[in-house]
């Protein structure tokens, strides 16, 4: 493992980045409606990167053809949007990352589409603790695993369980850095 530190000035420059993701999240979020088709999004992501002069980080990633992974209900991550159909009671996750200055941003959002059974609704409520108690082991002198490790627990204390293949990562001038967080 190899973690690159970040300048001042990077760090600034990766908020920024960060904010482009953010804001085009919320948009995302403020436009997803039943009835609408996913890659739908995925216009409106393009449109708002362009406004806001930056490039979206995923498009062309591997091969991967869009600008946001929009994953409805069932499907883990990575999405690829098309004709699917966002139907009333779905829950869409949709992870955006934007390129600033050389820099990444990268971040996800789930949201409930209309009115949500109670099943998925506890389900983005406890990921929602979940992330919150990642983000309270991330802390000095901590361990990498202590951060997966809180987050396995708060879930599986709710009756629920982690994805084990995904994890989280690091980011700068790459997408994907370490460090890897299980």
Do not use: W
Not at 1 to 18: L, P
Not at 144 to 169: C, K, M, N, P, W
Request: hydrophobic content about 40%; glycine content about 12%.
């Amino acid at each position: 493992m190899s973690i690159k530190i970040k300048s001042e000035k990077e760090i600034a420059t990766m908020r920024i980045a960060g904010r482009i993701v953010a804001e085009v999240l919320h948009v995302l979020k403020n436009s997803v409606q039943p009835g609408m088709k996913t890659k739908e999004l995925d216009v409106i992501a393009e449109r708002e990167i362009k406004r806001l002069g930056a490039k979206a980080s995923f498009k062309g990633y591997y091969g991967y053809p869009a600008s946001v992974c929009v994953s409805v209900n069932e499907e883990i991550v990575h999405g690829i949007p098309g004709d699917k159909i966002i139907k009333n009671g779905d829950i869409v996750s949709m992870d955006f990352g934007s390129i600033y200055d050389g820099f990444q941003g990268d971040a996800a959002l789930t949201v409930g589409v209309g009115d949500i059974s109670p099943k998925a609704a506890e389900l983005m409520r406890v990921t929602e603790g979940a992330l919150a108690a990642g983000i309270s082991a991330a802390r000095d002198g901590a361990r990498l695993g202590d951060i997966g490790a809180a987050v396995q627990e708060y879930a599986e204390s709710r009756g629920f369980s982690v994805v084990r293949e995904y994890t989280g990562h690091g980011i700068g001038r790459e997408m994907h850095e370490d460090p890897l967080i299980p």
